[in-house]
DNA sequence: TATTGTTATACTCTATAACTATA
DNA sequence: TATAGTTATAGAGTATAACAATA
């Protein structure tokens, strides 16, 4: 939609491939994010906290703030969703009683799974893809990615 | 980070792909909205609304509402709040007095403008690329969306 | 003094349901 | 009857500020 409404000869490839990109995301990542949390009963960034909690590596909480890019105030309610629900446990930390730890219940590991599985499959433009454009399309991917962190 | 937690082997290329492309998203995409929007003082859904008024073509709310994947109800008040700011107006539309048309008031024009610019400029990673990679991302990006409407 | 997490507050987004005015 | 937009309501996200406990 971005690379539509913009001319195409005034667009460099970057930015046309940018803005593909874009469109492809906001067609099937940002709508499947909220549709995987629909389906799950959660919510968007109860989705993207337990997708951030690997089983068996508790995280403070102040992290998974700074990963959702928000502030720590609102990770208090999240976590506590997310906990009301049986999936999550705020936990001490040895080193210093100021921090918690969350880590995932049984069920949360359960939920995390199916969550993982949703969110990872390719959406149908790239799995329609013959497969030496999905091989170029993963290494021009990671190149682009590789020293960015 | 979505490649990083997956084991690689097991992922098929378009999987990869699609999780590096996601990660770049991720980093990049939505991050960028939320920033765009703080710094023209909007709301993440206000801008993609002004995103979607081009100058000249006034839109009913409801075909604003399926683009923002949003009950018509929320177009109210993203509208209302778009109005008092005097970026958008309402009209009535000629052939059918139920609907209304949002169109973009001069200032609106400016400022979706500035937003334009702002989110339509690639990414660093991509703008990293050499030209012919950049060249290949935008053709397989053209190939995988060419039939996906 | 600085940091972690919480609470309180205010604003926005979002869906649902009920309402109006049209069609 | 069905549709476009509004209103009311409720739950969730978000930032800011103030706070307690700890470092």
Redesign the interface.
């Known amino acids: 939609m971005?690379a539509r409404?913009?001319p195409g000869q005034r667009?460099?490839?970057?930015?046309?491939?940018?803005?593909?990109?874009?469109?492809?995301?906001g067609?099937y990542?940002?709508?499947r994010v909220?549709a995987v949390a629909s389906e799950l009963e959660l919510s968007p960034p109860q989705v993207m906290a337990l997708?951030m909690l690997?089983p068996g590596r508790p995280v403070p909480m102040r992290e998974l703030a700074r990963a959702l890019?928000c502030d720590n105030s609102n990770v208090t309610g999240i976590a506590d969703r997310l906990e009301d629900r049986g999936l999550v446990e705020r936990r001490g930390a040895d080193h210093d009683r100021r921090v918690k730890l969350l880590c995932l219940t049984p069920e949360g590991e359960d939920l995390r799974e199916r969550l993982?599985e949703l969110?990872?499959?390719?959406?149908?433009?790239?799995?329609?893809?013959a497969?030496a454009?999905?091989?170029?399309?993963?290494d021009?991917?990671?190149?682009?990615?590789r020293?960015?962190g």
Chains 1, 2 share one sequence.
Do not use: C, F, N
Request: hydrophobic share 45%.
């Open positions: 971005a409404a913009t667009t460099s490839p970057a930015a046309e491939a940018w803005s593909l990109m874009y469109e492809l995301l067609a990542g940002r709508r909220v997708k690997e890019h993982w969110l990872s499959r390719p959406p149908e433009p790239l799995g329609r893809l497969p454009d999905q091989r170029a399309l993963r021009i991917m990671r190149r682009a990615l020293a960015s």
